[in-house]
């Protein structure tokens, strides 16, 4: 049995980098999140300004992951008994969030989109899967590059990434990106 880090853990550590690469890049921002963003939820009906795309915001609108791929999908697509589906947006940071589990909270994983300074989040991500002793193994075929790490795969499309958190299975985590892609 693989021990694997609880989701909102691994969500909190992508968050954190998020936020630590955007204050040092001084970015500038018309609001300000709350100190994780783990645990804010907006309604799946996809709340969030659309103000256009940047060079910061890869999409230009709110992604509704959970809608996108319903729990029944990703339970079918990870093998996992995912009955539960919940938002976890962090609409300031460009950050849609879905936090899949099982009924009881034992199993589950975090399917991100991130679509603001999305390429210098995904180098930290790497960074920050090296720097804890993770081996980071480069992924051809999807996105414009991809890896996988330490029970997380991530894929950059332009200006936007999805990455999928705390499922051990590579083969099923790049299957729900190639899922969603298309429907962004």
Not at 2 to 11: D, E, G, Y
Not at 44 to 67: F, K, L, M, P, R
Not at 148 to 162: P, R, T
Request: proline residues 3%; aromatic residues 4%; negative net charge.
């Amino acid at each position: 049995m693989t021990t694997r880090p609880p989701a909102n853990l691994v969500s909190l550590m992508s968050a954190a980098v998020a936020t630590a690469l955007l204050a040092g890049c001084g970015s500038s921002i018309g609001t300000t999140a709350s100190s994780s963003g783990v645990g804010s939820q907006s309604s799946s009906g996809g709340s969030g300004s659309s103000s256009g795309t940047s060079i910061t915001d890869g999409i230009g609108h709110s992604v509704s992951v959970c809608s996108l791929i319903p729990a029944g999908t990703a339970a079918s697509v990870s093998g996992e008994a995912i009955t539960v589906a919940q938002e976890q947006d962090t609409p300031s940071y460009k950050i849609w969030s879905c936090n899949y589990t099982s009924a009881d909270g034992a199993t589950g994983f975090v399917l991100d989109v991130l679509a603001m300074d999305a390429a210098a989040g995904y180098d930290a991500d790497i960074q920050a899967a090296q720097t804890v002793g993770a081996t980071v193994t480069q992924i051809s075929g999807l996105g414009d590059k991809a890896f996988s790490g330490i029970h997380q795969v991530e894929a950059l499309f332009g200006n936007y990434s999805i990455s999928v958190a705390n499922l051990s299975s590579d083969a099923a985590s790049e299957t729900l990106i190639k899922d969603l892609q298309p429907k962004i």
